[in-house]
């Protein structure tokens, strides 16, 4: 008895070959999100933004916020135990003379206050 190989049809590889890149960028973004996921919470009302952050072994001379426009970016200084690296981004843009940042127990809590779009619409008159 002769047993002959026979050569699998293209078309059953290309079928399945996207499948294990698919989950090949799903295992990737699932264990990149539970790494560098950290415990925040945002809520708002009328007038502001609450941002708070767990930050724990962090003092606050070692943290660094910055304010530009509707992004919020907060990270660690140098020498700090732990590293910290976070952006968030709002809808409308936050007011930096009105906004307050306070850091009790570990937890960040930033109070970011909306600035008020104003209208830069001029009225022309017809002659």
């Known amino acids: 008895m002769f047993f002959a190989t026979t050569a699998q049809p293209q078309l059953r590889r290309h079928a399945y070959a996207h499948t294990g890149r698919?989950?090949?960028?799903?295992?990737?973004e699932a264990l990149r999100s539970t790494a560098?996921?950290?415990?925040?919470?945002?809520t708002q009302d009328d007038t502001s933004y609450t941002l708070s952050l767990d930050v724990p072994g962090v003092t606050k001379e070692q943290l660094a916020i910055a304010?530009?426009?509707?992004?919020?970016?907060?990270?660690?200084?140098e020498g700090a135990p732990r590293r910290y690296n976070a952006a968030y981004e709002f809808p409308l843009e936050i007011d930096t003379a009105q906004s307050e940042a306070k850091l009790e127990n570990g937890?960040?809590?930033?109070?970011?206050?909306?600035?008020?779009?104003?209208?830069?619409?001029t009225e022309l008159i017809v002659h």
């Open 107 to 121: 937890v960040l809590m930033l109070k970011l206050v909306k600035k008020l779009p104003v209208s830069n619409a």
């Open 36 to 42: 560098a996921k950290t415990c925040a919470a945002t």
């Open 67 to 77: 304010i530009e426009g509707a992004t919020v970016r907060i990270s660690s200084k």
């Open 22 to 28: 698919a989950l090949e960028r799903f295992m990737d």
